[in-house]
Structure formats: structure tokens, C-alpha cells
């Protein structure tokens, strides 16, 4: 797929995102780094639940040489999932196999937003609220209702205002946001 996102945007964005996290302690103490540790079954191949794999951004894989010895790839039809119309072509998943001990300055978008998702109102204004994905964990996060450090609501939202210029992720947030019937809203400008 085309992205109209160059490599040094997602570059800044990792950068910018680097500086920033949900809560000012590591919230991997609080649930045993849920997140990262869900995809760990000896019944999958390796050990990994293929399922809960990451979706890269496109573009996003521009970071990545796809040696990095932590992450195994697959590179699928965006076609055969659940994406907009507009999503064709490749699309890059990665499982990460050192969880919860990957290369911070590495993690993939999905891992930095998490526990926020973007939303697009009727009006098309930008907003930030918990992720609605379907989980096979329950993170304290979200469960709790966890107060977030304003500097991770602030870049998280910085950065999605950015990507939403993208079409083809433009595409996708208004699309998931379509399916919503109710939000709470975590942050707004
Ligand atoms: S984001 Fe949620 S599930 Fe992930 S480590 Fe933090 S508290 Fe746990
Ligand atoms: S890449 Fe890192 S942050 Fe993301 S799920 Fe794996 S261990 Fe967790």
C-alpha cells in the first residue's frame, strides 16, 4: 500500500513517542505486562499466537530491516481482514518473541498507543479514547480507569492528528470509528 508518510515522520513520531508513557512508573508492574505477554501459548507455532499479532501502519515498516532477530513478520492481503476498501495490498503483521524485553525505541505504533485508540466524531473532530479491541487480557488501564500522564495524552494525540493526513489511515480510523455506537472520551483538543 502507499503511504504518503516518509520514513523520518515515523521516525519523529518514534522519537516523540520515546519521551512519553501512560503512567509514570512502568504500568507492566501492575498486570505482569498483560500486553506484551498474551501471545505466549506453547500450543501456537513457536509459542506465539498468531492472532495477536501487530498490524504495522503502512509505511510503518519503512523503520524495520525485517533481520531484527525479536520480531517474526507475515506479510498478508490487507484484502483478507478487516480494513477499509481503500486498504490493498500488502500489509505487514509482526509478532514480537522477547516479550515483555523488546528494543524500547523499536516497539511498533499499536504498542505505544495502547491503551488509547483515535476516534473520529460525526463532526470529523479527533479524539482519543480507551482501545476497543478485543482482548484476551483486561488491562488495569483501562479497567481501572487509570489516570494518564498528560504528556502521553498530549503526544499520542499530537501524533494521530498527524497521521489521520494520511489517507489511507485517515480511511481506517473513520472506518472504526463508524462501527462505535457509544465513546467515552479520553482526550480532546
Ligand atoms: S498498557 Fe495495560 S495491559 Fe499493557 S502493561 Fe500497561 S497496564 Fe498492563
Ligand atoms: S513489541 Fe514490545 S511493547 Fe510491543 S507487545 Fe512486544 S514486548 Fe510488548
Not at 111 to 139: M, N
Not at 161 to 167: E, G, S
Request: a negative charge.
Amino acid at each position: 500500500m502507499k503511504s504518503t508518510i516518509k520514513r523520518k515522520t515515523y521516525a519523529a513520531i518514534y522519537r516523540l513517542l520515546d519521551r512519553v508513557s501512560p503512567l509514570s512508573e512502568d504500568c507492566g508492574t501492575l498486570c505482569q505486562a498483560a500486553c506484551c505477554t498474551c501471545g505466549g501459548d506453547s500450543s501456537t507455532e513457536n509459542g506465539l499466537d498468531f492472532d495477536m499479532g501487530i498490524y504495522l501502519l503502512p509505511g510503518e515498516e519503512k523503520l524495520f530491516t525485517r533481520k531484527e532477530t525479536w520480531l517474526k513478520w507475515s506479510v498478508e492481503n490487507a484484502e483478507d481482514y478487516d480494513f477499509p476498501d481503500s486498504w490493498y495490498g500488502k500489509i505487514y503483521f509482526v509478532r514480537c518473541n522477547c516479550a515483555p524485553h523488546c528494543p524500547r525505541e523499536k516497539r511498533p505504533l499499536q504498542c505505544r498507543f495502547f491503551p488509547l485508540a483515535p476516534h473520529l466524531t460525526d463532526e470529523d473532530e479527533l479524539v482519543l479514547i480507551h482501545s476497543d479491541a478485543e482482548l484476551p487480557y483486561t488491562c488495569p488501564l483501562i479497567s481501572k480507569n487509570v489516570e494518564l500522564t498528560p504528556s502521553f495524552l498530549k503526544a499520542t494525540y499530537t501524533v494521530w492528528k498527524r497521521l489521520i493526513q494520511d489517507p489511507l489511515i485517515y480511511d481506517l480510523v473513520k472506518w472504526d470509528s463508524c462501527i462505535r455506537e457509544e465513546i467515552s472520551i479520553m482526550y480532546q483538543k
